[in-house]
């Protein structure tokens, strides 16, 4: 008789170092803010804050058909509002053709080259009130989620701290993982996403 120890066993629960595929709507304020209906659902690697926090710990042990309803408060989500990422710049700073809207979305470009995103939050005479803080932040977030699939990662996956997919591209990867990592810096240095 031979024994042998398979390393290569297909999880059965999510866990740490697992691949999990989940479907998924993301619902705030009562309305639907994003989804995998319609395309493919999201692969990431447990246990590597690849996800916000809060839904992280929710998926802990379920299993691959398994439906949840989770709710997410905003401390385990995008974080809450941050005072500090309210910025007031002089409005003569601005070109002429932004339109200074309450609500408008813009890019940021600081003087070292980093885009950042803000919102205009207020507008005065003089001054405009820019918000750095996240979209989400503040807000709670309600998922609805399920699992629809398990792997095992690979070694390379486990060393990078991400799922490399099949038609994954490294560089997009990279530079995707570089805009969220400003944004987060952008919010509270306490939180950790
Ligand atoms: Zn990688």
Known sequence: ?????????NPTVVENDVVVSMDYTLTVDGEVVDSSEGSEPIDFLQGYQNIVPGLEKAVYGM????????????????????EDA?????RKDFPEDIPLEIGLDLQVRNDDG??????????TDDMVKLDF????????????????????????????????GEDYDEEEFEE????????NLEEDDEEEA
């Open 114 to 123: 980093t885009a950042m995103e803000a919102t205009i939050a207020d507008v």
């Open 86 to 90: 309210f910025v007031e710049i002089p």
């Open 63 to 82: 299993k691959t058909g398994e439906s949840k309803h989770v709710v997410v408060s905003a401390a385990e989500g995008y974080g809450e509002m941050d």
């Open 176 to 183: 995707e993982f570089e805009e969220i990592d400003v944004e």
């Open 133 to 164: 803080n996240h979209p989400l932040a503040g807000k709670e977030l309600l998922f609805d989620i399920k699992i629809v699939g398990l792997r095992a990662a690979t070694e390379e996956e486990l060393e990078h701290g991400h799922v490399h």
């Open 1 to 9: 008789m031979e024994f042998t120890l398979n390393n290569n066993q």
